[in-house]
């Protein structure tokens, strides 16, 4: 009846929210969010650090910002970002609600009907969902442990016609796959993009989750390596290491792009939460992010440990999964003639959840994975979840 | 040298901002920025009702929330709005980010490049912004004291081909225009949506802050009179009666465009901020909206009533300006040979801002008329400030 736009009929079905409302039943136990535990995220420290602002600034929190964000958190930002090795001040940055809407707004500064996009398989799913909005073509190059399968990256970006225009990333911790890039990997991305007219779109939501020191060198972005900064947007948030509920992400990216992602935000939301964005800028300004990420990368370490030893402990031989250096995930790969679909049919109907492979897969169809985060499990429940897992597996292997 | 997509070329140069930016000059008296002023918001009633919150409701703030909202602010919101005469059972609602980022999804839910959007003339600069991010074309018909010009708006509906999708009107207390529509008007305007395949959006900001108690019936909604309740988006938002900082808006709409809205805020931004939800809720739940527009009413009232006095002291007769019932805004127009940007440029030389008339005309040319806002002027330098403005009108008549 509506004479809705075409674009809207580009959009990612309901179905997998279908499965994640399913999911989201609290007598399931359920390894399908991928977000912090309620339990874990830094209330109280907040609510003081507001409690000591002057009334100037709380009065500030409710009022409209700038477009590109509230200038102290810029400041506080762009001086953790540059002890990160980020190039802040050949770059322009600009804060976003969420990561999400950073996605979207270089999709949106990029991409007509019918341009490329290549991607990961698996793929973030929120990623996917931005560039469909826009009506992009993905193509989903496959992840091993150390990162992408370069020779198939290459091959993606030479063969298509007209050349692909962004390569979507996300190289550490990465959600759903649990994998880190290597070095080697890294540098020869950027190879590729240093001799291909296409931008980098670097999405880094977890490297601050190591869970060991030794593997901190791992999470060096390629935004901070690159002679090339004018090719890379790097998107990070505030999601993992204060709280999702802040909706507070940012992109810095070379002077020109992040403008016109300025012009877009400005009809999409003329500005993120001047409240929660007075919270961050607190948060960060007090230091109070080294402590709190001391106290969450151990929480978060031991819960895949205990996710991974159930996993051995459980799982059929034929099946493999990933071994996370950091971040919420493992990623779980069947033998190919099983389909995920109905090993969650079985393991919802036992009490436990999880996202299938599909939902990842740029081309919606790959299914003999799916993704188990440990971030939102509490402890105790874990190992029990996952013989559920392994259960309902064993249906089919 | 970026390959950018085309949809970006449509977006609203960057001039305006430039203007604004001039006007946030601290020393320059500004009748600017469409704002409550920073004094009034309820900071401590709102810091007060976060204390009071359980630990449990704490933590939800931190976490992502639905797509379509926090749950308890969509029940406190349909309580609110069903006391204002709004059919919450038969439509859906979504909390939006901001009430720009409603108007952006129903755009994008309807709107392909080179659909035609009917406005007014003068128009809100946000909805116009996103209208032309989406690549609509848009028609603007004049406002006169009592509303849109009815057969003005009728000649453009049946002369535009193909049929115009969206009506976008903002009939109450209008930004700029500082009008209201009359019973007539809006009895005129159904009639025609009745009678057309077009969506009414109806956006409706400011209705909460009439000056005098007897204008209260003219805010009545056309989305509570109407039978034609599925022909119509109503969009509002919280910034003007808690703060522009929550970033909260929302669209009441029928449940088919609501999920497509859903859909699109997905990929855009996920959810809005669970954190400022949660303070939104606890503010309509503990009743503290109407002890809070008891107060800011004869605030905005008497701040009105000066600008008046100082206008009909200072202006040059050929000069007139709209008499306000509430909101925000008067719109003065100049004799039509007059522009308003070389009396801006006067009028800032001087140390009074306003804003230009031709930002509010979606053709982006009329330029004989300017904005003036009372809402975030000192009372004490309202007077001095339409004097110096005054002043600069007095250079050209």
Redesign the interface.
């Known amino acids: 009846?509506?004479?809705?736009?075409?674009?809207?009929l580009n959009?990612?079905s309901?179905e997998i929210?279908k499965l994640m409302k399913l999911a989201a039943d609290p007598s399931i136990i359920s390894f399908s969010?991928g977000?912090?535990n309620?339990?874990l995220?830094p209330?109280e420290v907040?609510?003081e650090l507001?409690?000591n602002l002057s009334?100037?600034v709380?009065?500030?929190?409710?009022?409209?910002?700038p477009t590109q964000g509230y200038p102290p958190l810029l400041a506080s930002l762009k001086k953790f970002l540059a002890s990160r090795g980020l190039p802040v001040d050949s770059n322009d940055l600009i804060i976003t609600?969420?990561a999400?809407?950073a996605i979207?707004l270089i999709t949106?500064?990029?991409?007509?009907p019918g341009?490329t996009i290549i991607s990961e398989y698996p793929s973030f799913i929120?990623g996917v969902?931005?560039f469909?909005?826009?009506g992009a073509e993905i193509k989903g190059i496959p992840l091993q442990e150390d990162g992408i399968i370069i020779n198939q990256l290459t091959d993606a970006i030479a063969h298509t016609k007209p050349a692909p225009?962004i390569l979507y990333l996300s190289p550490y911790f990465h959600n759903p796959a649990g994998i880190i890039y290597s070095h080697e990997k890294k540098m020869a991305v950027l190879d590729i993009i240093k001799n291909n007219?296409i931008?980098l779109l670097e999405d880094d939501p977890y490297s601050e989750l190591y869970f060991d020191e030794t593997y901190r060198e791992l999470t060096r972005s390629m935004k901070s390596i690159s002679n090339d900064a004018e090719k890379i947007c790097y998107v990070g948030t505030f999601?993992k290491i204060?709280?999702?509920?802040?909706?507070l992400g940012y992109l810095l990216g070379?002077k020109?792009?992040v403008e016109?992602c300025e012009?877009?935000k400005?009809?999409?939301?003329?500005?993120?939460?001047?409240?929660?964005q007075?919270?961050a800028n607190a948060f960060l300004a007090e230091d109070k992010l080294t402590p709190y990420l001391n106290m969450v990368r151990p929480i978060y370490k031991r819960r895949a440990e205990i996710m991974l030893d159930a996993l051995k402990k459980h799982m059929p031989e034929a099946v493999t999964w990933t071994k996370p250096k950091g971040g919420f995930y493992i990623w779980v790969t069947l033998p190919g003639h099983i389909n995920a679909s109905d090993v969650f049919t079985k393991s919802i109907a036992m009490g436990a959840a999880f996202v299938i492979g599909s939902a990842f897969d740029p081309e919606g169809k790959r299914n003999n994975c799916f993704r188990l985060a440990f971030s939102h499990t509490p402890e105790s429940r874990i190992a029990e979840g996952i013989e559920m897992v392994a259960k309902a597996v064993k249906n089919f292997v």
């Open positions: 009846m509506y004479r809705f736009s075409t674009n809207t959009m990612r309901s929210r969010g977000m912090p309620n339990q995220f209330c907040v609510e507001f409690k009334l100037q709380k009065q500030e929190a409710f009022q409209y910002g609600t969420g999400q809407q979207n949106k500064a990029f991409i007509n341009d929120g969902a931005a469909r909005s826009y225009k007219d931008q999601a204060l709280g999702p509920g802040m909706r070379p020109e792009i016109k012009l877009a400005q009809s999409m939301d003329a500005c993120s939460p001047t409240y929660t007075v919270l």
